[in-house]
């Protein structure tokens, strides 16, 4: 299985400023035939199921602000909020579709600080 | 737009089965994959396993034999089968959409998820 470790668990950050997750799989999720990587960022609010933000670990959703952002390749991935909103509170995980069994990082926490 | 709705029991009783259908609305079940996925309170996602219209399935074999995903093209639904259920399965049950083109995508439709609990 692919393990996803995401850090940190949580973070807080002042509105407005720059608040960075940090993804690494144990194994590359960059595919060499077609050069992209599979690696997938989520936010789930409470109560909500996950919202896709970020697919190729870099490809925003359409509908998705772009103050989130992703970067990375192989095993070192990372989504950026590049100016931290109200609305922006929320967990936040990597996934891997790669492999089977499809696998998701621990989450982390962003709160206001 | 295609929107998933998950519907069944609240409350399962341990050793016994779990079982769930997620119907699918505002769209085709055919051409596509579907997933569950599995949210343990105040803890992280856990893919479950999918299914292809076709009805070919794979499974997460950290829930060893315990799953049985199966498909209804003709009621555009899906449904889950989880048995000897025990406290460790409590948890909020998503089904999603999985993207399958030309190679495996991400989840871009989820139903909002329903509790299960497991207790006698």
């Known amino acids: 299985d692919i393990v996803m470790t995401q850090s940190p668990d949580s973070l807080a950050v002042s509105l407005g400023e720059r608040a960075t997750i940090d993804c690494k799989s144990s194994q590359s999720v960059l595919y060499s035939s077609n050069n992209k990587n599979y690696l997938a960022w989520y936010q789930q609010k409470p109560g909500q199921p996950p919202k896709v933000l970020i697919y190729w670990a870099s490809t925003r959703e359409s509908g998705v602000p772009d103050r989130f952002s992703g970067s990375g390749s192989g095993t070192d991935f990372t989504l950026t909020i590049s100016s931290l909103q109200a609305e922006d509170v929320a967990v936040y995980y990597c996934?891997?579709?790669?492999?089977?069994?499809?696998?998701f990082g621990g989450g982390t926490t962003v709160e206001i600080k | 737009q295609v929107q998933l709705q998950e519907s069944g029991p609240g409350l399962v009783k341990p050793s016994e089965t779990l079982s769930l259908t997620c119907t699918v609305s505002?769209?085709?079940?055919?051409?596509?994959?579907w997933s569950w996925i599995r949210q343990p309170p105040g803890k992280g996602l856990e893919w479950i396993g999918y299914?292809?219209?076709?009805?070919?399935?794979n499974n997460n074999p950290s829930l060893k034999s315990r799953v049985t995903i199966s498909v209804d093209t003709s009621k555009n639904k899906f449904s889950l089968k989880l048995n000897s259920v025990t406290a460790a399965d409590t948890a909020v049950y998503y089904c999603?959409?999985?993207?399958?083109?030309?190679?495996?995508?991400?989840?871009?439709?989820w139903g909002q998820g329903t509790m299960v609990t497991v207790s006698s």
């Open positions: 505002g769209g085709s079940i055919s051409g596509n994959y």
């Open positions: 999603a959409r999985w993207l399958y083109s030309s190679g495996p995508h991400h989840f871009d439709i």
């Open positions: 996934q891997q579709y790669l492999t089977t069994p499809l696998t």
């Open positions: 299914i292809h219209y076709s009805g070919s399935t």
